[in-house]
């Protein structure tokens, strides 16, 4: 049996935001692509994930102090993210995420962002290995 990797279900060559981008744009980005994860890079470098809870949260926090306006990618992500190889068995990757609570992980090979595998894929491709499995009785 073959064991399917990260790389062979990801979404390649996924959509990311500078971290001198403002907010605004990232928000944008979202809602047009209808996503909610955006890596955000400095140059091909990954630095942070950028989720539609940290904007949705951002603008809830929102006042005189805290003007989202003046806000970039790179102060609103999480740093680090979780990132595998393209090569990181799939079963590792959801234990991970699963474990970690987090709802994605970014492909990385050779310090590049080559894709990115959603919690929206995951259970895209659970449906996809369901309806492929024949049910004896």
Same mark, same amino acid.
């Given at each position: 049996?073959?064991?399917? =990797? ?6 390649? %060559?996924? /959509?990311? *935001? ?9 928000? !944008?980005?979202?809602? !047009? ?16 994930? /950028? ?5 949705? /949260?951002?603008?809830?926090? @929102? $006042?005189?102090?805290? !003007? ?7 102060? @609103? ?12 068995? /799939? ?18 090979? $050779? ?5 990115? &595998? =959603?919690?929206?894929? %995951? ?11 024949? *049910? &004896?009785?």
């Amino acid at each position: 049996m073959t064991t399917l =990797t990260i790389g062979s279900v990801m979404t390649p %060559a996924p /959509l990311t *935001v500078s971290e001198d981008d403002p907010l605004d744009r990232a928000r !944008r980005l979202m809602v !047009r692509h209808r996503i909610h994860h955006v890596p955000v890079v400095r140059g091909e470098e990954v630095v942070g994930m /950028l989720t539609d809870r940290d904007l949705h /949260l951002i603008s809830y926090l @929102a $006042n005189d102090l805290l !003007r989202e306006a003046d806000l970039v990618a790179g102060d @609103a992500c999480v740093p680090d993210p979780y990132t595998v190889p393209p090569d990181a068995p /799939l079963d590792k990757v959801l234990r991970d995420m699963g474990e970690r609570r987090i709802g994605s992980a970014l492909v990385v090979r $050779n310090g590049r962002l080559v894709g990115i &595998f =959603t919690a929206h894929d %995951a259970c895209t491709q659970l449906a996809h290995m369901l309806g492929a499995m024949t *049910v &004896f009785e």
